[in-house]
């Protein structure tokens, strides 16, 4: 009778203890925490909306997220910030609008949490997601031809195309332009800018 009763009391204080310090703590911690005022009348995070918004599940739809971190280590916990993926660490505050956080598990790539600020070009982006190698050669990601679609008479570009370096190009095929789902994921990840100074960051 006594072991049940210390097993269950056992039980009993694991489970109180975890949700303590897992649940309650944090949450006491962070329950008034809100977008930090940059400028008068200008506050970080904002929510995503529109194509970014948009462009966001496209990112999550593609599997981006098993390969792409969005989450800048402090220093001492990694090269992150030596790497120039971020000025500084990111925290809670980051992540105050979005609905699942898509901080990653693993780092196959770079992490993104800062690319808008790193690569400002949607030229870039649209060349690097037709065919990484065009813009980081050796790159492991796969190529997202699917995104775009391509023409060859450089005199009528459409609105939004890219024009492939000359290496790159094959008869009929001298630019490329964006699908909406390529022009929303390049909005998204030309949104990602973590680099706003937080207090908490310091």
């Not at 310090?21 to 009348?41: A, H, K, N, T, Y």
Request: glycine residues 10%; contains cysteine.
């Amino acid at each position: 009778m006594n072991r049940s009763l210390l097993i269950y009391l056992g039980v009993l204080f694991t489970v109180v203890f975890s949700l303590s310090g897992l649940v309650l703590v944090p949450d006491w911690q962070f329950r008034g925490i809100g977008p930090f005022e940059v400028e008068e009348g200008i506050f970080y995070p904002q929510p995503l909306s529109g194509p970014p918004a948009s462009g966001r599940e496209v990112y999550i739809d593609l599997g981006c997220v098993y390969c792409h971190s969005q989450q800048v280590r402090p220093e001492g916990f990694g090269a992150d910030i030596s790497r120039g993926w971020g000025n500084r660490r990111t925290v809670m505050r980051d992540y105050l609008f979005e609905p699942r956080n898509l901080t990653g598990t693993m780092r196959t790539g770079p992490d993104l949490a800062n690319i808008g600020a790193r690569q400002p070009s949607r030229d870039w982006h649209q060349l690097h997601l037709y065919n990484p190698r065009i813009t980081s050669p050796g790159s492991n990601m796969p190529p997202h031809p699917f995104l775009f679609e391509t023409g060859g008479d450089e005199t009528k570009l459409p609105r939004g195309a890219t024009m492939l370096p000359a290496e790159w190009r094959s008869p009929g095929v001298v630019y490329i332009f964006p699908t909406a789902r390529g022009r929303f994921l390049a909005d998204y990840l030309l949104s990602l800018n973590k680099n706003v100074d937080l207090p908490e960051a310091q």
